[in-house]
Every structure is written in structure tokens, then in C-alpha cells.
């Protein structure tokens, strides 16, 4: 199976742009679910997306569509997740997590095995 890291986490003020990296290695890249994952501290962990390496399905939580674009580069078998028009409520640690998968992709964090360290994402007013 794959391991994950990710990164690319900063502080930005309020209406900036960020691009987060999921790495992946160890395994055949297009047979997984990737989602992305935030959480803020006495919160339950969040979707924020997810896309399907197969085909490149892609969905996205309401308050982050036509903000937040989730990519492939399989060149380099990572994920990207952009982030445009950042507000201070998407201030949240970050996680991209991997499922094996035939394109049955979940929303839910326990449907997920496998998961990256995670990484700060900062907004400021």
C-alpha cells in the first residue's frame, strides 16, 4: 500500500491562495481514493474533497466548491489540493488520507486507512 506526505501548509492572510501536496509511494497510484481531510482543535474532522485517481472523479464540501481544486500530477504520483480566496474559516489542520479503492470513494475519515502527517494551513483577517 502507499504512504503519504504532505505539505505545503502556511499562513496567509485572508483572500490568498495556498497549494497543498499529497506524495504518494509504494503502491499503483490510480487505484486509490484520495480525500483531504481539516480539523481544528475540539472539532470533528472534516471532508474538504476527494478525488478518485481511476478516472479522476472529483467532489467537494459546499463551502470550499469553486475555491478548492484537487488535481493529479501522476508524473510525480502526488495530489494536489489549490486553495484560492482563503478566509479565516479555513484555518484547520490539513490530512490527505488514501483508501484502495475500485471508485468507491467515501466522505467519511474512518473509511480511510492510510493518512499523511498533516499539514498548518494559517488565514488571517
Known amino acids: 500500500q502507499v504512504t503519504l506526505v504532505d505539505s505545503g501548509g502556511d499562513s496567509v492572510q485572508a483572500g490568498g491562495s495556498l497549494r497543498l501536496a499529497c506524495a504518494m509511494s509504494?503502491?499503483?497510484?490510480?487505484?486509490?481514493?484520495v480525500a483531504w481531510f481539516r480539523q481544528v482543535p475540539g472539532s470533528e474532522r472534516e471532508v474538504v474533497g476527494l478525488?478518485?485517481?481511476?478516472?479522476?472523479?472529483?467532489t467537494y464540501r459546499a463551502s470550499v466548491k469553486g475555491r478548492f481544486t484537487i488535481s493529479p500530477d501522476s508524473a510525480n504520483n502526488t495530489v494536489y489540493m489549490h486553495m484560492d480566496r482563503l478566509t479565516p474559516q479555513d484555518t484547520a489542520m490539513y490530512y490527505c488520507?488514501?483508501?484502495?479503492?475500485?471508485?468507491?470513494?467515501?466522505?467519511?475519515?474512518?473509511?480511510?486507512?492510510?493518512w499523511g502527517q498533516g499539514t498548518q494551513v494559517i488565514v488571517s483577517s
Open positions: 478525488i478518485y485517481l481511476g478516472d479522476n472523479y472529483t
Open positions: 509504494g503502491d499503483s497510484y490510480e487505484m486509490y481514493c
Open positions: 488520507a488514501a483508501k484502495r479503492s475500485n471508485g468507491d470513494c467515501r466522505l467519511r475519515p474512518d473509511e480511510y486507512d492510510i
